[in-house]
């Protein structure tokens, strides 16, 4: 018996990303006042490495490199006539263009293009003339300090120099304002310029600029300050590395577990085994860094979209986990409507993803009959044209799941056709995508059944109340019915990637049912992710044969045209055949 691995590949995330590849930057500067041939040099702040270079050439500057996490806290530096000239960056995926004189350095450049640098620029803008004032006074006290101004007395400290002392201050005031004037005039500047910078990070904390501003400082914040601050960086922004910086200085014990998940789950695992370690270790992780830190929002967003990997290694139990932490987070304080909105989406899409995982029942649609023309002019569909009259039916809306196939196994008590002309015929096979020991594989539950026999699915079909679908019924459904659009190449429409799953964007395996776009008639998967027996039978060489169409996941664009007819032996094995329940019903009962 042949077994397939299971591998959990598809995985979906809401708003949660892990550290992106190597983005490429663009630097294009005209800087002026420069000999050409002066070499510039990119520097990490936090190292001062040199990560790059360009030199000035008619008055431009281009520097063209990759940064493995974005933005980056970094210089743009030159030493002229022993003089070091640099400005700050926050360097971005994208072109950033500079203009200015060397002597606008550090301040006064202007900068365009990149947002992160722009709006960072503007932060500047505010504060240029504060700077240059600080940098004046700090050179001013620093020399003054060298000449003695400030020096100490016989048990006292800070007594001030009287060469360097204001005239105007009153001898019963000067006790009271200890130090050199400029070194006042220093702080009044500073406390000026800080409370300008807090203001700003205060207002735009949902910019990469005011994140980092933050980061500036941040060792002079309170923890509890901090964590407001941090409350107001969106959540599509928590994995950035300033809002890591931010975390780690919060909490250092949550931002290592959170960080490490995120590690695990960016690694390639050689093995199944090896890749449900990974995720059931980063989901614990996840939890630890959000016990540690319960206003560690991001933890519970990765949670909430870990469900897809986390079905293989806990099966159903892992919608519950999604959902719960996603409540969590709709619960907290300071979340936006919009991401509330968001998250609040996603919760529906997670509990109408265990319904399909758990519901027995199949969900059946009214189909009105008529008349089409069956069939195409392509030769390998197999299917000439004609003229074909279907009556009134329903169809089951989702291909039958492992999960019912399963529900009709526990009732069933055989793995064999039990009367009938079939009887003693296999109704199924084991895999590791589908039903192993009468059970859905975890993780599979909402995977249509596979490794089927018509046997199998015709025997399914008649326990349900049914039967299985013939070739006009099928196609009929599958091109919209009356509402259908004849000539559409696939169900539901002309381009297949948003309509079905097939050789080019199905990873090389099925997917749970009613994850693409449905056809006219809301129903799903008719072309791809799985074929699907009809009841249309013959007899060939003494074997019993049976009509499939629809194509699968295995198979090219083409074959998934609802016209493409093709039969299997009807004992034969396939992890890509399945199945759809079709009833009768009367037609006074049908609605358009």
Not at 309 to 316: M, N
Not at 427 to 439: A, F, M, S
Not at 582 to 590: A, E, L, Q, R
């Amino acid at each position: 018996m042949m077994k397939f691995l299971k591998v959990s590949l598809f995985f979906s995330v809401v708003w949660f990303s892990f550290p992106a590849l190597a983005s490429v930057f663009v630097i294009d500067a005209r800087i002026s006042g420069v000999k050409d041939g002066t070499i510039f040099n990119l520097r990490q702040f936090d190292t001062q490495r040199v990560i790059n270079a360009g030199q000035i050439e008619k008055g431009r500057l281009v520097i063209v490199g990759e940064l493995a996490d974005v933005p980056q806290h970094l210089w743009l530096c030159t030493t002229i006539d022993d003089v070091f000239h640099y400005c700050d960056l926050l360097l971005d995926r994208d072109t950033l263009y500079i203009e200015g004189s060397i002597t606008d350095f550090p301040y006064y450049l202007k900068f365009r293009g990149a947002n992160t640098q722009v709006e960072y620029g503007r932060y500047l803008d505010l504060v240029s003339d504060l700077n240059r004032q600080r940098d004046s006074l700090h050179v001013l006290s620093t020399l003054f300090h060298e000449l003695g101004a400030w020096g100490t007395g016989k048990g006292k400290a800070g007594v001030v120099n009287s060469p360097f002392r204001k005239k105007n201050i009153s001898a019963e005031n000067s006790d009271k304002r200890m130090g050199l004037d400029v070194d006042w005039e220093l702080k009044d500047v500073e406390h000026l310029r800080d409370s300008i910078r807090l203001d700003y990070v205060y207002k735009h904390m949902d910019t990469y600029a005011g994140q980092f501003l933050l980061t500036r400082f941040m060792k002079q914040v309170s923890i509890d300050s901090l964590r407001q601050f941090y409350r107001l960086i969106p959540m599509d922004m928590k994995h950035s590395k300033f809002a890591r910086m931010l975390s780690n200085q919060i909490n250092p014990y949550a931002e290592a577990c959170i960080r490490q998940a995120n590690d695990l789950l960016s690694m390639k695992a050689n093995t199944p085994a090896e890749e449900f370690r990974y995720v059931e270790e980063a989901f614990k992780l996840y939890e630890q860094g959000v016990r540690l830190d319960p206003d560690r929002l991001d933890g519970y967003i990765a949670i909430g979209g870990l469900y897809d990997r986390l079905l293989s290694c806990r099966g159903i139990e892992a919608f519950d986990i999604s959902i719960k932490y996603l409540q969590l987070f709709m619960s907290a304080p300071n979340v936006r409507e919009s991401e509330r909105e968001v998250v609040q989406k996603r919760i529906d899409e997670i509990i109408y993803r265990k319904d399909l995982a758990t519901n027995t029942k199949p969900e059946m649609l009214q189909i009105k009959g008529g008349t089409f023309v069956m069939g195409s002019t392509y030769p390998e569909d197999n299917n000439p044209e004609h003229s074909v009259e279907v009556g009134d039916f329903q169809i089951s809306k989702y291909e039958i799941t492992n999960n019912q196939f399963a529900a009709f196994l526990s009732d069933y008590k055989s793995n064999k056709v039990k009367n009938g002309e079939y009887t003693g015929e296999i109704l199924y096979y084991e895999c590791n995508w589908g039903i192993e020991g009468g059970r859905p594989v975890k993780g599979y539950e909402a995977h249509p059944a596979i490794y089927i026999t018509w046997f199998g699915a015709n025997e399914y079909c008649r326990w349900a109340g049914g039967r299985l679908p013939t070739e006009e019924e099928w196609e009929y459904a599958a091109r919209g019915g009356h509402r259908g659009n004849k000539d559409h190449l696939y169900s539901g429409g002309m381009e297949l990637d948003s309509l079905g799953w097939y050789e080019a964007n199905s990873e090389g395996k099925p997917h749970p049912v009613g994850m693409k776009s449905p056809n006219e008639l809301g129903l799903y998967d008719m072309s791809g992710n799985v074929w699907e027996w009809c009841s249309n039978i013959f007899f060939q060489d003494d074997r019993l044969y049976a009509h499939v169409r629809g194509g699968s996941w295995f198979i090219e664009r083409a074959i998934c045209r609802p016209t493409c007819r093709y039969y299997i032996y009807a004992s034969s094995k396939h992890f890509n055949n399945g199945f759809r329940l079709v009833k009768d019903i009367n037609p006074t009962n049908v609605y358009d």
